[in-house]
T-cell receptor
Framework: DQQVKQNSPSLSVQEGRISILNCDYT??????FLWYKKYPAEGPTFLIS?????DKNEDGRFTVFLNKSAKHLSLHIVPSQPGDSAVYFC?????????????FGGGTRLMVKP | EPEVTQTPSHQVTQMGQEVILRCVPI?????FYWYRQILGQKVEFLVS????????KSEIFDDQFSVERPDGSNFTLKIRSTKLEDSAMYFC????????????FGPGTRLTVL
């Protein structure tokens, strides 16, 4: 089952620079997308979400872009900080209503170097 | 900040034994979920629960699994007869109400089946 894919298992970025994490999906019925951050020995932490009616959503240093035609979303972190070092998961659901299951990508490990 | 809690953090059991994983969702949340992550694999949806009923379940959630909200605060996942392949991190999550599918995760319970 590869409905949500994160093709880069890892990414290394210098502190202060932009981090760009990518995610692709195959099921065109997905219409709500989320990004989670996960530290070791902790559960995923919600970061930001976007509905398919939008192409951009911004929250502080985090911006998510959605390209529906390409079935692609990305998370931009600007500026990157060492504390951002974690595994980032994108997730998708059918609708933004609660109760809907999330389908996760495999994650990208981000390392921000001081 | 309110958070989802899970107990125990690590559970070791013998194959064939019953286990109960416990979760306390965020107090004003109405929707509850269980996910699991087998080592090296993606986070996978198991079940969602609302108003004392299962809303949705995956193929993984077979007759060996059950969920319950025994009181106003706890949400449990029971595995009746554990198998080796049930070894995984089990994450509980909750979301606030119908309009928001931002799911907030607990720290997880590591289940090891010997």
């Amino acid at each position: 089952d590869q409905q949500v894919k994160q093709n880069s298992p890892s990414l290394s970025v210098q502190e202060g620079r932009i981090s760009i994490l990518n995610c692709d999906y195959t099921n065109s019925m997905f219409d709500y997308f989320l990004w989670y951050k996960k530290y070791p020995a902790e559960g995923p932490t919600f970061l930001i979400s976007i509905s398919s009616i939008k192409d951009k959503n911004e929250d502080g240093r985090f911006t998510v872009f959605l390209n529906k035609s390409a079935k692609h979303l990305s998370l931009h972190i600007v500026p990157s900080q060492p504390g951002d070092s974690a595994v980032y998961f994108c997730a998708a659901s059918f609708g933004n209503n609660a109760g809907n299951m999330l389908t996760f990508g495999g994650g990208t490990r981000l390392m921000v170097k001081p | 900040e309110p958070e989802v809690t899970q107990t125990p953090s690590h559970q070791v059991t013998q194959m064939g034994q019953e286990v109960i994983l416990r979760c306390v969702p965020i107090s004003n949340h109405l929707y509850f979920y269980w996910y699991r992550q087998i080592l090296g694999q993606k986070v996978e949806f198991l079940v969602s629960f609302y108003n004392n009923e299962i809303s949705e379940k995956s193929e993984i959630f077979d007759d060996q699994f059950s969920v319950e909200r025994p009181d106003g605060s706890n949400f449990t996942l029971k595995i009746r007869s554990t198998k080796l392949e049930d070894s995984a991190m089990y994450f509980c999550a909750s979301s606030r109400d119908y309009s928001y599918n931002e799911q907030f995760f607990g720290p997880g319970t590591r289940l090891t089946v010997l």
